[in-house]
């Protein structure tokens, strides 16, 4: 015999406790240092891939010889641009600021500032200033830009290392396939030497 629906027990329904916006935890305003900090991370690696693409078209599209000073002038012209980025995001910050000093009422978007908003944007600009200062220190150091001309190097050897490998690993994956890959190979090694590798020498040897 079955029970009719309304004998059965109903399962218990979860209380849910209201959302307290009081008991968020705040999260205490980064300071200046830490602002710089951030904003020279972002920047060393911003203008360490500009130097590394500019290191791969010059030595392998175009075929020069590596030699850091080439490209340290690269570095210099991209932290120099970056910090001009910051002179201008500070002068926006100022203007904000300016702007909403004493400017009292609830904020309609994001970008829609007020009164409260005052000691942030004084710390934006603080902080586009001083990273500004900062990067073209950087931009006037020989020995901070043959450092990133160093370890673009080292970036743009690893990609086209991991290029060349790929290519290697699809090429001898077709290969493996025929029947006939092993008594083959040494005659495609010749072929390769005789003909690509030269190739590549009398290519080079026009720039």
Do not use: C
């Not at 705040?26 to 203008?47: C, I, K, N």
């Amino acid at each position: 015999m079955r029970w009719p629906n309304w004998f059965r027990k109903r399962a218990a329904t979860p209380r849910v406790r209201p959302f307290d916006e009081d008991a968020l935890t705040e999260t205490a305003p980064p300071t200046l240092e830490q602002s710089v900090e951030e904003g020279m991370l972002l920047a060393d690696y911003a203008t360490r891939m500009a130097v590394k693409n500019h290191i791969v078209v010059d030595t392998i599209q175009q075929g020069n010889p590596f030699e850091p000073s080439r490209h340290t002038k690269q570095a210099a012209e991209m932290l120099e641009e970056l910090a001009d980025e910051q002179d201008q995001a500070a002068e926006r910050a100022a203007e904000a600021r300016r702007a909403v000093t004493g400017l009292l009422g609830d904020a309609m978007h994001p970008h829609d500032y007020r009164d409260v908003d005052v000691a942030n944007l004084r710390l934006r600009e603080e902080a586009a200033h001083a990273l500004a200062d900062a990067l073209r220190a950087r931009a006037s150091s020989e020995s901070e830009l043959l450092s990133i001309v160093e370890r673009a190097r080292a970036d743009a050897w690893h990609e086209v290392g991991q290029a060349i490998e790929a290519s290697l690993d699809a090429f001898s994956g077709a290969e493996a396939l025929k029947a006939n890959y092993e008594e083959e190979r040494p005659g495609r090694l010749r072929l390769l030497i005789a003909r690509d590798l030269a190739k590549l020498e009398e290519e080079r040897g026009g720039y």
